[in-house]
């Protein structure tokens, strides 16, 4: 079936570094995709969301690229802080359904 | 603060048993989704509601139901509990059905089953 999958279950970065969290989609068909933060003991964050007729966002700190040739997406985190310390999941829906679907997520570590 | 609230924070109860979920969307959003979160796994899809009705179903097992309300708050029902269904329990809610609208989490519900 289809799938989301990460590529680094694990990421550690040095504070101040930018940090880039990379994720797969198998299901063509999807045409909106999301990157959520969850801490420790709390549930899913929002960070940004794409759709499927832009390669390029860019919010706060984070930029998401995607490259439908090969069903990648990625998360750009500049110039990490401690607080980005979190596990990353990256999510496809296919509109306008929502049926989110998604990753196993990446752990983010800030090394201070 | 998401804004959404779930209800109970913790739960533990024992196999075969039956629990139930709480959830209470954003003020005036009119979907609700419930996601289960395993340990060290990502986030399942179980079932969403829009104003009362069912949307979309995901991989939500017999054994669990769900509903929305006139007050549009949402319940997951689990019934005939196994040890496999020990697992953070998430609602999120969203303004509207389907387009690119961003969904907020509660903070879970931990049920344990022993």
Known sequence: GESVGLHLPTLSVQ????????CAYSNSASDYFIWYKQE???????????RSNMDKR?????????NKTVKHLS???????????AVYFCAENILPYQKVTFGTGTKLQVIP | DSGVTQTPKHLITATGQRVTLRCSPRSGDLSVYWYQQSLDQGLQFLIQYYNGEERAKGNILERFSAQQFPDLHSELNLSS???GDSALYFCASSARTGGNTEAFFGQGTRLTVV
Do not use: H, M, Y
């Open chain 1, 40 to 50: 420790s003991g709390k549930g899913p964050q929002f960070i940004i969301d794409i």
């Open chain 1, 75 to 85: 998360l750009q985190i500049a110039a990490t802080q401690p607080g980005d310390s």
């Open chain 2, 81 to 83: 509990l196994e040890l």
């Open chain 1, 15 to 22: 504070e101040g570094d930018n940090s880039i969290i990379n």
């Open chain 1, 58 to 66: 860019q919010g706060q700190r984070v930029t998401v690229l995607l």
